[in-house]
């Protein structure tokens, strides 16, 4: 039987809860995730919500299904007809100009940290038409640091 030494069992207790903090923080457990990259997270968000969904399916599938990083901002009719709707406010989701807002959802669907002290983002901008169908979605990617 293998005794262990007060010394090897602080060590292992100062150093295991950063590890997994940082692993937990590295990878960002959660919910749906849209990926590190522009062009997958794209892809993904496309396959969640298709060309043609209306503006409730999508803050429907950002607010409860995506796992989001900051704060986003939605033309402002379709926030208050979410919010009337399901009852709820998002306290993320703020809304867009009034005068100069167009018909689309944005936010930071993916932050990760690329190099000490700099963060890598995706945003994803939902754009929908006259009618209110979903025609695209555009994603940017930055960094964030100094």
């Given at each position: 039987m293998r005794r262990f030494s007060l010394r090897s069992i602080l060590l292992v207790a100062a150093i295991l809860p950063p590890l997994l903090a940082a692993v937990?923080?590295?990878?960002?457990?959660?919910?749906?995730?849209?990926?590190?990259?522009?062009?997958?997270?794209?892809?993904?968000?496309?396959?969640?919500?298709?060309?043609?969904?209306?503006?409730d399916t999508v803050l429907d599938f950002v607010v409860n299904k995506l796992h989001r990083n900051g704060q986003g901002d939605a033309y402002y009719k379709y926030l208050r007809a979410y919010e009337a709707s399901t009852g709820k406010m998002d306290?993320?989701?703020?809304?867009?100009?009034?005068?100069?807002?167009?018909?689309?959802?944005?936010?930071?669907?993916?932050?990760?940290?690329?190099?000490f002290m700099i963060a890598h983002e995706v945003?994803?901008?939902?754009?929908?038409?006259?009618?209110?169908?979903?025609?695209?979605?555009?994603t940017m990617e930055y960094g964030i640091g100094p």
């Open positions: 937990w923080y590295w990878f960002d457990f959660g919910k749906v995730h849209a990926g590190g990259e522009g062009k997958a997270a794209r892809k993904m968000l496309l396959a969640h919500t298709p060309p043609g969904s209306s503006p306290n993320q989701l703020t809304a867009a100009d009034l005068i100069t807002a167009p018909r689309t959802i944005s936010v930071v669907v993916s932050s990760r940290p690329s190099s945003s994803a901008t939902w754009h929908f038409d006259d009618q209110d169908r979903l025609v695209d979605i555009t």
